[in-house]
Structures are given as C-alpha cells and as structure tokens.
C-alpha cells in the first residue's frame, strides 16, 4: 500500500503538468473557434482584444522562465539587489514604454492597417531594403530567444522529473503549435491569458510552502505566514547578510576589517622573511621563522555596483523592439485597453519577482549553513543558479503537489513566449516577405492565413530541430542574453520614427550599423558570452550601446536629406488628416 | 499635465537610486520619533523583508499610481480619435482579394499583378476593414508648395 502510494506520489508531478497541457489545449482549441476565418483575425485577433487580456497575454509574453527560476539564481549569486534592478527598473521603464510607443503604435497600427513592425518601419522611412534589414535582424534576435525556451523547459524537466529534454521540447512545441495553428493571435492571447495566471499564483503558493520549510530551519521553528517569512529573513542575516542588500552590509564591513588586518599581518610577515632570506638564505631563515602562508589583499565589493544597478535601466527598454509584443498591442480592441496594462504592469511584476527573489536570498542562506545542496555548474565547484529553485523545492518542501505546481508555473512562463514568438513569425514571414514579393493583391484572404498557418508549422519544426542540436551546448544561452541587447539597441529606431519627423532612413541605418558592429566587437570580447559578468567602463554593454546607436540615429538623420513631410505626415496625429 | 506626469516619473526613476537615502534615513532611525515604526538602515528586516526591498516594493507601487495619474490626467483621448477617422481603406480582401476573379481565375490563371517591391503597402498585410473609399488620391491640396502633392489640385484647376 505504502508502495503503491509513494509510485502515486511520485507521478503526480507529471500527471499534474499532463493534465495542465490538456486543459491548455483544450482553451486553446475553445478559442480558435472564435477565429472569425480572416487574416485580420490571425494576425491581430480582428484587434478585439480587451484590458485584461491584453495585460495578461502582453505581461505573460514578456515574462520567460527566467522570472521564476533565473530571478531566484541570480537573488541567490547576487542578493535582492536584482530586484530593484530589474524588476522595479522594468516596472518604469514598461508603463512608460506602452504609454508612449505602445498606444502610438497601436493607434498607427489601426490607422495604417499594419499588423508587423516591418511594414511600419518601411512606410514610415519610405524604404523597402531597410524593412527587410530589419526583418533579418529581428529574426535573427528572435530566434535564440525562442531556443532558450525550448531548450529550458526540456532541461528543467530533466532536472525535476528526468524526462528526456527532447520528449519535453516536442511536447510543448507540439501543444503550442495545435492552438497557434487553429486561432493565431487570438488564441496565442488567450493562453497566454491562463498562463500568466498559473504562474502567478505559482510564485506566491510556492513563496508560501518554501517560508514554512525554511523557518522549520530556525531555533524558533515555523508559525504563521508573516513569522516565517521574518523568520527565514532573519537567518539569512546570520550567515548570509551581504545578500540581504545592494551595497555593503555592516556585517560584511566588520568582516572586512578583520581580513585586512590579516591581511596586513601577513604583509609585516613577508617583510621580515623577505629580509631574513636576503641575508642569511632561505634555508637558514626557515629555521628562523616559518615561511607566511599568502593572503588575498580582501576587496570590499558592493553586491551591486551604483553604475551597474543605474544601467540595467536599458533591459527593459528592449520591450519597444519586440516583434511579439508589437503584435500583441495591435490585438487592443482601443487605446482604452492599454489604460490597464499601463497601470498593472508594475504591480504584476512585482508579485512575480519578489516571491523569487527572496526565496533566491533564503537559498544563499541555506547553503552557507550546508542545508541546502545546489547543483554545481558543469567542470566547475561553483552552484548552478538555474537549479536553485528547484533544489529548494525537491529538498526542503518535499511535496509533490508544490513540485508539480512548480513545473506547471515554469512551463506556463516559457510556453507564454513562446507562443507569440511562433505567431509572431509566422506573421512576419507571411506580411514582410511572401505578400510583398508576389505583390499585395496576389493572395486572397484565406490564403494569406494558409501561407501564415505553413509558416508557423515550418518555424516550430526548425525552431525544434535546432534546439535538438544546441541541446548539449551553452553558447545558445549566451547569445540569447546578448540578443536583448540588440533589441535594445535598436529602441532608438522605433522612438526616432514615432516622434521625430527628422529621422530618415539614412540615421536608421546609421543605428543599425552602429549597432551591429559594436555588438559583434563586445560580443567577441565577452568570449561570446562566456564572461556574464563583462561590462564596458563598469557599465552593462546594453548601455553605451543604446547611448551610441541613439547618437547615431541622430548624426545620421541630420547629415542626411530630411524625409519629404508630405509622405510621413501620416504617421504624426498632429499633421495628418 | 503631461510635464506634471513626466516630472514624476524621472523622480521615480532618481528616487530608485536609494543609495543616497539610506544615511537620512539611518538618522531618522536613531531619533525617536513618529515616524520610527516605519524607517530603517538599509539592512534592517522590516516586516520580514530587508528595508531597501521595501522601499523598492514601494516603488513599484508608486509607479502604478503615477501610471494611474497618466492615464486618468493625461491620456491622449485625440489619438483614440485619429486612430478611428482611419487613412487605411480596406480592399475587402476578406472576399476574395480585389485582383482575384471569383470565377476560378486565382493565382494560377496569370491575372496578377506584377510584383511591387519598392514599399510594400500596409495594405497587402491582409488587414481589412468595412470602411468605404472616399478618396482616391491624397495629398492633394498642394501644402507647403510640395510639388509631388499637388497633381490632383492642378488637374482639377485645369478642369
């Protein structure tokens, strides 16, 4: 009996994540027979799409798996720091970002008829060679970012349950094509809808149960919710203080000192033995004093560097390049419906981020008292911070319920982006490149949402089969977190073309070009990815990027010929008719 | 309203750097007074979180609300407007496609146009809409002397 129910307990995780795919297919199926059978439908769901879904699908395209697990590695490598830096950081800069790009180009979008970035682009600087640079560029960003979160689900499930990453990659692949397939965007939206929320409410039970376990750990044991959060806090400061802020903790200070007295000990040390070696050799002089063992000179560092914590302001800014999330703000039924999203993003992240970051701190803490074991990195003594959340789970919680929630929430994060990734090429390749090669009135309606239904199938297919091959390696990750910097590098583009009837197609190439040669330069520098921590002059790359690429877009458009008023008026409320 | 609005978000985004708080604030914690409950060192746990990730909750919220003020204040109701009034005429693509001919002559029978490749047109995005053509030609009341955006005003002249 005991048997047979520890087997149960044991599967329930994946029974629990089997029975979240159906019930996700199952919406996805459900909302594709809302598919009104037109392009218009496909491509930006008839823009129909109201406040609350537009928060949640937007919210959930834009959080990947790294909001539950990386955040809680990075709090646990680098402290709460990562919190503010990131996560409030994103909270400013996203609100600002749907209030000033989002309903501009939601409003333009309906206006003109766009349903992709390119055809803006292309209209607005009057250039169709630029619109197809831009289009190989977005998809070559695009693409290692879809990878990583193929290639992460199949790895956290390998982890936690020892599936196959492979079996996993084509699950998801397979659930996420069925219902992009069927409904588009809309169904894309309304997953992502139910996505969002499963792994919202994720964070906060697991915040819960993971509190419970760690203050178990305390002399005072558990109690209720608040005592175990305080509780678990409080060890943290014990062992662990430097994770608890962004600059140095007093403790850390006190540690401080007491190193560089040693450290100057060992000095006087050296001193005397040097001089005792210079004048009677090193063998006599060992029989005088023993030889000082060497010292670090100990350097007091800041968890997080004031230049850094001000830099990583650029990330978020990448959210006004996404090709996926530009889709998604055309599906807004009005430019009432960002009112809502512009309001709750920062809250929503928030309640996502901060359960994380502080289950992160508490596993710093555990495993510096050694109750907690972390999987190291491959050929190295150092922990994996991709594995810490689910360490946490499987050795403190211990409940198969929280491990298949746990699941559940990190394969809801991924699957989230990924499906609008999928929609989102399928468009571009559909609008950028097939329909403006044979000619706008080549196709009619319902082969248009063939040709795009094709391609989405052939972008899951080679999405997954890359995947398969860059399986085993780690470079994939590297370049997809370099690939935010070029999002972010083109930010200046899209702000230029909105706001700025000066920007010519001159400066926009004068930004990419800036763009891609010092990505290319620094990239290398950083032994493509390998060092993540390299900055440039303290900075986050992503930082002098934007900075020079912005300087760039504007060099380039003044000392180039201003675009005719009369072809742009269009694009600016103010001038158009 | 709206430099009201973006004065309060760049002193969102200065109050984030909270390092040059946390001394006036460990000054405050050392006095008694009515505000001690609340104030802390950088450190210090507070309601089972440390301080400085407190004040950072606090200023997610507090972004929510300025976003709230923007919305409510300073929303741009005219780009609602210029959005609606709509330059975009559909070509009813949802029937069929203008160049298509609904008596089997598609794509196989030769009738299409040759390719256009100098911009490619929103239009060709297959978003459509039930709005009906009211002009045909734009830019034609010659602003500014833009020559190119004058045709239709001449032609009409010289009618």
Same mark, same amino acid.
């Given at each position: 009996m005991n048997l047979l129910a520890s087997a149960t307990q044991s599967s329930l995780p994946l029974w629990m994540v089997g029975a979240y795919l159906v019930i996700l297919l199952g919406l996805g199926i459900f909302s594709s027979k809302l598919f009104r059978g037109t392009s218009k439908d496909y491509f930006v769901a008839s823009r129909s799409i109201g406040p609350f879904m537009l928060l949640m699908s937007v919210f959930g395209t834009t959080m990947t798996g790294f909001a539950l697990v990386g955040s809680t590695g990075k709090a646990f490598t680098t402290g709460v720091a990562v919190f503010g830096a990131v996560a409030v950081w994103s909270g400013i800069v996203h609100s600002s970002v749907f209030f000033i790009i989002g309903t501009r180009l939601w409003a333009i979008g309906k206006r003109l008829g766009y349903v992709t970035q390119v055809q803006f682009f292309r209209e607005r600087f009057q250039s169709h060679t630029l619109g197809t640079v831009l289009f190989v560029l977005l998809v070559l960003f695009i693409i290692p970012y879809l990878l990583i979160g193929i290639i992460s689900a199949g790895k956290f499930m390998q982890g936690t349950a020892g599936l196959d990453p492979r079996l996993t990659g084509l699950v998801i692949c397979a659930v996420v094509l069925t219902y992009v397939f069927l409904g588009g965007v809309r169904s894309a939206a309304w997953a992502n809808t139910f996505q969002t929320l499963v792994f919202m409410i994720t964070g906060i039970v697991a915040f819960a149960m993971i509190s419970k376990s760690v203050a178990a750990k305390t002399e005072k044991g558990s109690g209720t919710f608040l005592e175990n959060v305080k509780r678990s806090t409080e060890l943290v400061e014990q062992v662990k203080p430097e994770r608890l802020v962004r600059g140095v903790h007093p403790a850390a200070l006190d540690n401080h000192e007491e190193a560089k007295a040693k450290f100057e000990e060992y000095l006087t040390e050296k001193d005397t033995w040097e001089a005792l070696v210079n004048d009677m050799g090193e063998e006599t002089a060992a029989t005088v004093m023993e030889k000082p063992k060497e010292v670090k000179e100990p350097q007091l560092k800041p968890s997080m560097s004031r230049l850094l914590w001000i830099t990583y302001l650029f990330i978020p800014l990448s959210i006004g390049m996404f090709p996926h999330v530009f889709q998604h703000w055309l599906t807004a039924k009005s430019a009432k419906t960002f009112r809502l999203a512009i309001v709750g993003h920062p809250i929503c992240i928030a309640v996502v981020w901060l359960p994380c970051v502080i289950i992160g701190t508490w596993a710093a803490g555990l495993h510096a008292m050694g109750e907690l074991a972390v999987p190291v990195v491959p050929g190295t003594d150092k922990p994996n911070p991709s594995a810490v959340l689910g360490a946490v789970v499987g050795q403190l919680v211990q409940n198969p319920w929280l491990t298949g929630l746990l699941m559940i929430g990190v394969l809801a994060a991924i699957m989230s982006s990924l499906d609008s990734q999928f929609a989102c090429l399928g468009t571009m390749f559909t609008n950028d490149i097939v329909v403006p090669w044979k000619g706008k009135d080549y196709y009619s309606d319902e082969d248009t949402v063939k040709i795009a239904r094709c391609f989405v199938i052939g972008v899951v297919v080679a999405a997954y089969l890359l995947s398969l091959v860059l399986m085993k390696t780690a470079s994939v990750f590297n370049l997809g977190i370099w690939c935010f910097s070029g999002f972010t590098a083109l930010f200046p583009i899209v702000f230029a073309a909105l706001y700025w009837k000066r920007a010519s197609v001159m400066g926009a190439y004068a930004c990419i070009a800036m763009t891609a040669v010092l990505w290319i330069l620094w990239f290398k520098d950083s032994g493509y990815g390998a060092d993540k921590g390299y900055t440039v002059l303290g900075m986050l790359p992503m930082a002098p990027l934007t900075v020079l690429s912005a300087v760039a877009m504007i060099v380039g458009s003044l000392l180039s010929k201003a675009p005719e008023e009369r072809k742009i008026n269009k694009f600016f409320p103010n001038n158009s008719r | 309203m709206r430099y009201f609005i973006v004065a309060l978000l760049v002193s969102l985004a200065w109050l984030h750097q909270d390092w040059i708080f946390w001394p006036l604030l460990a000054e405050l914690d050392n006095q008694k007074n009515f505000l001690s409950w609340l104030v802390a060192e950088e450190h210090e746990v507070k309601f089972g979180i440390p301080a400085n990730v407190g004040f950072q909750l606090f200023l997610s919220v507090a972004t929510a609300f300025v976003a709230f003020i923007a919305v409510w204040?300073?929303?741009?109701?005219e780009l609602e407007r210029w959005a609606e009034s709509g330059g975009y005429r559909g070509r009813g693509r949802d029937r069929g496609g203008r160049n298509r001919s609904r008596s089997g002559g598609g794509k196989n029978s030769g009738e299409s146009k040759p390719s256009n490749r100098q911009t490619s047109s929103?239009?060709? !995005?297959?978003?459509? !809409?039930?709005r009906p053509r009211r002009r045909r030609y734009r830019g034609g009341r010659g602003r500014g002397g833009n020559g190119g955006g004058s045709s239709q005003s001449q032609r009409r002249a010289g009618e």
């Open positions: - | 204040k300073a929303w741009p109701k929103p239009e060709s !995005s297959g978003d459509s !809409s039930d």
